[in-house]
Antibody, heavy 125, light 106 residues
């Protein structure tokens, strides 16, 4: 069964850092674009970042640009999100999701068809 | 930045058809995906590329898109369809989600 499993969440203070991980199984990880999507308590989904299959292309939401960094290790079937200078508003469940895109800009996206269960990040003093 | 607008809530009687709209500038020129999320669960893709259903998604779910609006239609709505629904599209290499619509089956 195709699966994504996130880890690395926790409670941190404002200004601190955290690194999230996401491991894929039962599918060819290197074929897919990968995204991080978050959901603040009681709120909707917010896209955070994505990375192309070969790591050549990354993009970030304005809310995290310059603070977060997305990377991947295809040999380890793993996706990462390095989160620096964390703020209270970064508190959320963070999901990783895979997506098949026909082009770098995902204008021909096939949708985010596999999601992990999420890992919770709480930023509080 | 690009925005997608959904109604906060939609109510439907069991067995009836539910329509959930999603509007955005020139949305009909982009591909829209739809996700279902039940409380405490991860989102599930129910429609991609405006109207295509992933494997395993019931035929009761369908989608359309034209102009500024994409629509998710749920036919013969059942209690199990009660959930939050999100539309999503890509704009300039950025994924955008709508604010979500809570579907209530009365």
């Amino acid at each position: 069964q195709e699966q994504l499993v996130e880890s690395g969440g926790g409670l941190v203070k404002p200004g601190e850092s955290l690194r999230l991980s996401c491991v894929g199984s039962s599918f060819t990880f290197s074929n897919y674009y990968m995204s991080w999507v978050r959901q603040a308590p009681g709120k909707g989904l917010e896209w955070v970042s994505y990375i192309s299959p070969t790591s050549g292309f990354t993009r970030y939401a304005d809310s995290v640009e310059g603070r977060f960094s997305i990377t991947r290790d295809n040999a380890a079937k793993s996706l990462y999100l390095q989160m620096n200078s964390l703020r209270a508003e970064d508190t959320a469940v963070y999901y990783c999701a895979r997506e098949e895109c026909g082009d770098t800009h995902c204008s021909t996206s096939y949708g985010m068809d596999v999601w992990g269960r999420g890992t919770t990040v709480t930023v509080s003093s | 930045s690009y925005e997608l607008t959904q109604p906060p809530s939609v109510s439907v009687s069991p067995g009836q058809t539910a329509n959930i709209s999603c509007s955005g500038d020139k949305l009909g020129e982009k591909f829209t995906s739809w996700y279902q999320q039940k409380p405490g669960q991860s989102p599930v893709l129910v429609i991609y590329q405006d109207k295509k259903r992933p494997s395993g998604i019931t035929e009761r779910f369908s989608g359309s898109s034209s102009g500024k609006t994409a629509t998710l239609t749920i036919g013969g709505t059942q209690a199990m369809d009660e959930a939050d629904y999100y539309c999503q599209a890509w704009d300039r290499s950025t994924a955008v989600f709508g604010g979500g619509t809570r579907l209530t089956v009365l």
